[in-house]
């Protein structure tokens, strides 16, 4: 059996529990230690992307147990391809904080890496309960390290967020209970199976429990009523770990797109299509609103923070018009979004660091040293977020776009999200020219010297924008690959009968 | 029994909600422990209620539902039970750091009404 599944959950982990035991070391071993599981972890997820690539579904049964009895890890396009996005912007948030972020926390190297295992197993397993298990690895992580640096505005939020979760964990715990209590299964293969043949007379208890489900996963992926924490959140915590957060958001985008095709697809019986009719509404409302919130953003974390929330209620709409060449297309955007608004969260400490008095306020005038490179790094990333051309947020637009079409609502479609455009082209601009145009030139050269971003600061941006370049430039062969993944999608039947089908090994071999 | 225990559940809910309603930090905990009370009970009664089964497997007795109470489900609850024991703790110690910080157990940081 191929063990790389449940080595790309394990790494993390081991990694994060030998940096617990290693915290009375001088910190340069430690971040040692914890660089290089990151790198281990990104040529692991490589691998499994690329033996995912061309369709293949590996089945991981953990503990020997048949699927129906234990917990499987499941590797397919969809989940190889979030794993290698969170492999890689948790090594690159890592060489962020190796300039001294990390030095504010006693366990932030450990936190990182259990973080990373939570996201990871969140996309690899394939079973609900597990799912909840990894939800919860990830944000109790999440919690860790939003109080990182400490202070009484993040204390605060923390209360907010983690009571936000703790209550959303509430209810996908009574929606998974429901589901066993009907169906007595909680492997989603299997789940997807049952819910097809179940009776008329169990329809409503499995559309509920569907829908509470989904307000769930609306919760971590920020969709209209439920964003509210997200910009407050994301722009109380340290620039590296809102990087990593980025992604956090696209768990739930993540859970909507695996549970509501494989589940509730199109031939689920009594549960077909559950949320479609719901996330396409909700996410033009969310578009329109975090557009308005954008523009009245008052720092340029909060903009970040409402221009994420804009990403996904575009990633919403373009996963409820159900098309493969609109999922296609919405995983195209989902992987530009993150790079670009990670990359925005880099630039928007290193602005914060450069003013001394006014942090990232886009009321407060000051001075801002280092703006030439600082500027020209935003206008790259702005310019991608804003879906100008050449960028690849341009592209990744123009696919949604075109994959939605005009026929019945689209019309509509085109309107928010051309008009959501336009909107956040004004905010960033007016952002762009009140931080880089406005006030006097950078203060003296002693001054600047310290306030220089650090090596690994810039390394870490540069290759943040470097992908986003790539992303461009390489749009075949990727959008392929988001097409390709777009189909196993939709098409669940070849995976359940993989999962379903799976062989516990007969017998170990007898250990020497 | 089904009634008391789906009544017991839906008290123990509403009367969370309401405490996470009053915005207060302690009022707060103690509303998300309740629900999670909730939750719990819920999930363990997933696995159908019945005296007199033991969710362990009996010599004699057949391998059936029929015969054994559900065992995953209690297995579900004992997950939740730990999971959500450490999360209360977490929130404790934030609610104290915020108490302390702010000097209101709003959880706002501020009485309502006050201008910040």
Redesign the interface.
């Known amino acids: 059996m191929n063990h790389l599944p449940v080595l790309a959950v394990a790494l993390p982990l081991l990694v994060g529990a030998v940096l617990v035991l290693l915290h009375a070391v001088p910190i340069n071993a430690r971040r040692v230690v914890a660089l290089l599981g990151a790198l281990a972890q990104l040529a692991l997820s490589i691998a499994l992307l690329r033996t995912a690539a061309d369709g293949t579904v590996s089945v991981y049964l953990l503990g020997n147990w048949p699927a129906f009895a234990g917990i499987v890890l499941v590797v397919d396009r969809l989940a190889a391809l979030m794993v290698l996005l969170t492999a890689t912007l948790g090594l690159i948030g890592l060489l962020y904080a190796l300039a001294g972020q990390d030095r504010r926390t006693p366990h932030f190297h450990a936190l990182f890496a259990f973080q990373v295992a939570g996201l990871s197993g969140a996309f690899l397993t394939g079973d609900l309960?597990n799912l909840f298990?990894f939800f919860?690895v990830l944000l109790?992580s999440s919690?860790g390290l939003l109080?990182h640096g400490g202070g009484?505005n993040r204390?605060?939020r923390?209360?907010?967020y983690?009571?936000f979760n703790?209550?959303g964990?509430?209810l996908f715990?009574?929606a998974?209970?429901?589901l066993?209590?009907v169906l007595g299964t909680?492997n989603m293969a299997d789940l997807a199976r049952k819910i097809a043949q179940a009776p008329a007379a169990d329809a409503a208890v499995i559309q509920s429990a569907g829908l509470l489900l989904l307000g769930v996963f609306a919760l971590k992926a920020a969709l209209l009523p439920l964003y509210l924490w997200l910009p407050n959140t994301y722009a109380a915590a340290s620039a590296p770990v809102a990087m990593l957060f980025t992604v956090m958001t696209k768990v739930g985008v993540y859970a909507v797109l695996r549970v509501y095709t494989l589940l509730f697809g199109a031939d689920a019986g009594v549960g077909a299509n559950l949320a479609w009719p719901w996330l396409l509404p909700l996410g033009l409302a969310t578009i329109g609103l975090a557009t308005f919130g954008a523009l009245a953003a008052q720092s340029l974390r909060r903009l970040v923070g409402y221009l994420i929330v804009a990403s996904a209620g575009t990633l919403f709409v373009a996963i409820a018009t159900a098309s493969e060449a609109s999922i296609a297309a919405a995983l195209y955007y989902l992987l530009h979004s993150t790079l670009a608004t990670a990359a925005l969260f880099l630039l928007a400490d290193l602005v914060r660091r450069g003013r001394q008095q006014a942090g990232d306020s886009l009321r407060r005038v000051d001075a801002l040293a280092h703006r030439t490179a600082l500027g020209l790094a935003f206008v790259l990333a702005a310019v991608s977020v804003a879906a100008l051309p050449p960028m690849a947020g341009f592209l990744a637009k123009a696919m949604v776009l075109d994959a939605i079409g005009v026929q019945g609502h689209g019309a509509w479609i085109w309107t928010v999200i051309l008009g959501s455009s336009l909107g956040v082209i004004v905010a960033l601009a007016r952002a762009g020219s009140h931080l880089f145009w406005r006030g006097d030139s950078a203060p003296g050269p002693a001054g600047a010297a310290a306030l220089r971003p650090r090596l690994p600061e810039r390394a870490a941006l540069g290759l943040l924008l470097l992908l986003g370049v790539a992303l461009t430039v390489f749009a075949q062969p990727v959008s392929e690959f988001t097409r390709a993944t777009a189909a196993q999608l939709l098409a669940p039947q070849a995976l359940i009968a993989h999962v379903l089908g799976a062989q516990p090994r007969a017998q170990l071999e007898p250990t020497p | 029994m089904e009634l008391l225990l789906a009544s017991a559940i839906g008290v123990l809910m509403a009367a969370g909600v309401y405490l996470?309603l009053r915005a207060r930090?302690f009022d707060?905990i103690l509303g998300?422990t309740l629900?999670?009370y909730?939750?719990n009970l819920?999930?363990f009664?997933?696995?159908?209620l019945a005296p007199g089964k033991p969710p362990v497997i009996r010599d004699g007795a057949a391998l059936t539902l029929a015969q054994h109470a559900d065992p995953?489900?209690q297995a579900?609850v004992l997950?939740?039970i730990v999971?959500?024991f450490?999360?209360t703790a977490?929130?404790l110690v934030?609610?104290l750091?915020?108490r302390s910080?702010?000097g209101s157990d709003h959880?706002?940081?501020r009485e309502p009404g006050d201008q910040a």
């Open positions: 309960f298990v919860e109790i919690y109080l009484a204390v605060r923390s209360l907010h983690v009571t703790l209550l964990s509430a715990l009574i998974v209970a429901v066993y209590g909680l | 996470v930090s707060l998300l629900i999670s909730a939750v819920c999930i009664a997933m696995g159908r995953l489900p579900l997950t939740a999971i959500s450490a999360m977490l929130l934030i609610a750091r915020a910080g702010s959880v706002d940081g």
